[in-house]
Protein backbone atom coordinates (compact mmCIF):
# COMPACT_ATOMS: atom_id res chain seq x y z
CA UNK A 1 0.00 0.00 0.00
CA UNK A 2 1.50 3.56 -1.22
CA UNK A 3 1.36 6.60 1.43
CA UNK A 4 -1.18 9.13 0.83
CA UNK A 5 -1.07 11.25 -2.77
CA UNK A 6 1.20 14.02 -2.08
CA UNK A 7 -0.55 17.38 -1.40
CA UNK A 8 -3.75 15.78 0.83
CA UNK A 9 -3.36 17.64 3.74
CA UNK A 10 -4.83 16.25 7.15
CA UNK A 11 -5.75 17.98 10.15
CA UNK A 12 -6.08 16.09 13.65
CA UNK A 13 -9.15 17.68 15.77
CA UNK A 14 -10.47 15.74 19.04
CA UNK A 15 -8.73 12.40 17.68
CA UNK A 16 -10.46 12.45 14.11
CA UNK A 17 -8.55 13.52 10.96
CA UNK A 18 -9.94 15.84 8.49
CA UNK A 19 -8.30 15.11 4.81
CA UNK A 20 -8.33 17.72 2.22
CA UNK A 21 -6.93 17.47 -1.17
CA UNK A 22 -6.17 20.48 -2.61
CA UNK A 23 -6.12 19.56 -6.25
CA UNK A 24 -9.86 18.01 -6.36
CA UNK A 25 -11.34 20.34 -3.67
CA UNK A 26 -12.32 16.85 -1.84
CA UNK A 27 -12.53 16.97 1.98
CA UNK A 28 -13.40 14.33 4.15
CA UNK A 29 -13.50 13.99 7.73
CA UNK A 30 -12.68 10.45 9.39
CA UNK A 31 -14.10 8.70 12.41
CA UNK A 32 -11.91 7.51 14.85
CA UNK A 33 -11.20 3.93 13.30
CA UNK A 34 -10.86 5.29 9.69
CA UNK A 35 -8.45 7.96 11.54
CA UNK A 36 -6.60 5.06 13.14
CA UNK A 37 -6.33 3.42 9.86
CA UNK A 38 -4.99 6.75 7.91
CA UNK A 39 -2.01 7.16 10.81
CA UNK A 40 -0.86 3.61 9.52
CA UNK A 41 -0.53 4.60 5.53
CA UNK A 42 2.54 5.31 5.26
CA UNK A 43 3.60 3.47 2.45
CA UNK A 44 5.43 0.92 4.75
CA UNK A 45 2.88 -0.98 5.83
CA UNK A 46 0.51 -3.71 3.60
CA UNK A 47 -3.20 -3.74 3.82
CA UNK A 48 -2.83 -6.98 5.93
CA UNK A 49 -0.30 -5.05 8.07
CA UNK A 50 -2.55 -2.50 8.58
CA UNK A 51 -5.28 -5.00 10.06
CA UNK A 52 -2.78 -6.63 12.14
CA UNK A 53 -1.77 -3.74 13.73
CA UNK A 54 -5.58 -2.79 14.52
CA UNK A 55 -6.52 -6.37 15.39
CA UNK A 56 -3.83 -6.39 18.54
CA UNK A 57 -4.77 -2.50 19.32
CA UNK A 58 -8.08 -3.33 19.64
CA UNK A 59 -7.55 -6.84 20.85
CA UNK A 60 -9.53 -8.43 18.58
CA UNK A 61 -9.38 -11.19 15.86
CA UNK A 62 -7.82 -9.70 12.45
CA UNK A 63 -11.04 -11.63 10.56
CA UNK A 64 -13.45 -9.69 12.34
CA UNK A 65 -11.87 -6.30 11.43
CA UNK A 66 -10.04 -7.10 7.50
CA UNK A 67 -13.63 -6.01 5.66
CA UNK A 68 -13.96 -3.15 7.47
CA UNK A 69 -10.10 -1.98 7.18
CA UNK A 70 -10.06 -2.52 3.58
CA UNK A 71 -13.51 -0.69 2.86
CA UNK A 72 -12.33 2.10 4.31
CA UNK A 73 -8.94 2.21 2.13
CA UNK A 74 -11.02 1.61 -0.70
CA UNK A 75 -13.21 4.58 -0.30
CA UNK A 76 -9.93 6.57 0.22
CA UNK A 77 -8.54 5.73 -2.83
CA UNK A 78 -11.87 6.19 -4.68
CA UNK A 79 -12.00 10.11 -3.47
CA UNK A 80 -8.59 10.53 -4.22
CA UNK A 81 -6.62 10.44 -1.07
CA UNK A 82 -4.73 7.16 -1.62
CA UNK A 83 -3.26 6.29 -4.91
CA UNK A 84 -5.25 3.92 -7.02
Known sequence: MGPPVPGVRAMELDGDISLYHPDTGQALVLNDTASDIWRLLDGEQSVDGVIEVLAGAYRTDPA?????VRRVIANLTEH?????
Do not use: A, N, Q, R
Request: hydrophobic share 30%; net charge negative.
Open 64 to 68: EIGED
Open 80 to 84: GFLPG
